[in-house]
């Protein structure tokens, strides 16, 4: 149940997408501002990673286009966010406390320690020592609620936001008026205390997950759950991903997990190969019924048409946004040759760019150009996340940008004083229109608001 990744990282002659390296991406993360390694001036903590000034704006936009598309776009869904902290008893029921584990095994002679599941030989890989026997470890994080750290005022972190979803299915079928099929959406912070964390943000131990549960009359159950893979599978496209780099990867039953009758996983050629971006599970009525047994509350539903109670089946499209991020910014990563000289660029939907246009004049020791190009930004801000740039020579401005995926820079120039004129160049074709100052928001807006 824990984890599927003895599979999802095999290499399997895994070309990653325009041969882009990890140590490529996680240099240009560092460099440019997106992603830093988590406390690094006490030497960072092994696997936790922090997002920085443009990081943000881009984990942001995914989410954002994850929530435009699943709960603004459509009819049947709504929105929740519920504390990371829940009751106990919420764990129990939803069969965390007993099966959210990894066997672990300890070698007894240097005492380091593996999963059991990912070794190939009966001894030591490292000294060759012996082996224990497989103990089961389980994922969660454990903490106390209140001063008295006791048996008692144990809470787990969350290992996933699902379970938000269903103890909250009642409050907002009933507040919101729902009938069958609608779903509920939620993202946020899932902890895990995974025994092998790695590849960059792919598997940390803090993340945050992008859920859907969406409700359904049993025997519609499987309608729905194809439904739901064509609808993610199509997501990752809209939003850039190139389909060769894609593909869909049914579960085997041994490796389902105990709440699942199927689950797909939508897999990225990653430069590590392929692996899990999101998995669209069939939870059959498995955690309504739990939590209706531990509760003892009352979670199935009454169909008006049919004048009948039954539980409802679930269908649960589950992404990562960390992981979605990175597979944006892998599948971006360019290089090519512009004027003879090389360079690199984020080929990212307008949607997920961090910062949508840069605004720089042309001469920095002209004050009417400067601050023409300044009045530009002021007023294109209001809409768009932009910025006034004029610290070097428009040359490596432009690479600047390109290099954080930036769509549009803008310059001013002094021709521009004269026709009102300005230039907008193309991050990907370093084409170059000139149009009217007064028609520049418009031009924006044309880009990148027609998705
Ligand atoms: N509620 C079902 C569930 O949590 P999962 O396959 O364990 O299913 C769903 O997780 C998604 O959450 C994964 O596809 C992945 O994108 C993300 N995810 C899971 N563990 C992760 C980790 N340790 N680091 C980063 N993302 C993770």
Redesign the pocket.
């Known amino acids: 149940m824990?984890?599927?990744q003895g599979i999802e990282e095999q290499a399997q002659e895994a070309q990653a997408p325009g041969g882009v390296t990890m140590e490529k991406i996680v240099s240009l993360c560092k460099r440019r501002g997106l992603i830093f390694p988590s406390s690094e001036i006490y030497g960072g903590l092994g696997s936790t990673w922090d997002y920085g000034p443009l990081g943000v704006e881009l984990k942001n936009n995914v989410k954002r286009a994850w929530w435009r598309t699943v709960v603004y776009e459509r009819d049947d869904m709504e929105g929740l966010d519920a504390a990371i902290l829940m009751h106990p008893r919420v764990w129990e029921a939803s069969g965390h406390v007993e099966s959210f584990t990894d066997p672990l095994v300890d070698c007894k002679e240097c005492k380091k320690r593996f999963r059991a599941d990912h070794l190939t030989t009966a001894r030591c890989p490292e000294c060759n020592g012996e082996l224990t026997e497989a103990r089961q470890f389980n994922l969660m994080f454990r903490t106390h609620v209140g001063p008295v750290e006791d048996s008692a005022s144990v809470v787990y972190m969350r290992?996933?936001?699902?379970q938000g979803i269903f103890v909250n299915f009642e409050n907002v079928r009933e507040s919101m008026r729902r009938k069958l099929p609608f779903g509920m959406a939620q993202i946020g912070k899932?902890f895990?205390n995974?025994i092998t964390?790695g590849n960059f943000?792919?598997?940390?131990?803090e993340?945050e997950?992008m859920?859907i549960e969406y409700f359904v009359k049993p025997g519609e159950d499987e309608k729905w759950y194809d439904y739901w893979v064509q609808e993610r599978f199509g997501w990752y496209q809209r939003f850039g991903i190139r389909a060769e780099n894609l593909r869909l990867r049914p579960h085997s039953k041994d490796e389902l997990?105990h709440y699942a009758r199927a689950c797909v996983?939508v897999e990225y050629l990653f430069p590590m190969g392929w692996s899990?971006?999101?998995?669209i599970?069939n939870r059959t009525d498995y955690d309504l019924r739990r939590h209706g047994e531990f509760s003892k509350k009352d979670l199935t539903y009454f169909d008006e048409e049919e004048k009948r109670r039954y539980l409802p089946y679930v269908i649960?499209p589950?992404?990562?946004a960390?992981?979605?991020t990175l597979a944006f910014l892998v599948d971006a990563y360019r290089e090519d040759v512009v004027a003879g000289r090389e360079r690199v660029y984020l080929a990212l939907h307008t949607a997920l760019a961090p910062i949508k246009a840069a605004v720089m004049p042309l001469l920095r020791n002209r004050p009417e150009v400067v601050e023409m190009a300044r009045n530009l930004h002021k007023s294109l801000r209001r809409r768009w996340k932009t910025i006034y740039n004029d610290t070097a020579g428009i040359g490596r401005l432009y690479r600047r940008q390109d290099e954080v995926g930036t769509p549009f820079c803008i310059t001013v120039d002094v021709q521009s004083l004269e026709d009102g004129q300005v230039t907008v160049r193309s991050r990907d074709t370093t084409a170059q229109d000139r149009i009217a100052l007064d028609q520049v928001e418009r031009y924006l807006t044309e880009r990148l608001e027609s998705q």
Do not use: I, N, V
């Open positions: 824990a984890d599927k290992p996933e936001t699902a899932a895990r995974e964390p943000t792919f598997r940390t131990r993340f997950q859920e997990a996983d899990e971006l999101e998995g599970a649960e589950s992404a990562g960390d992981r979605a």
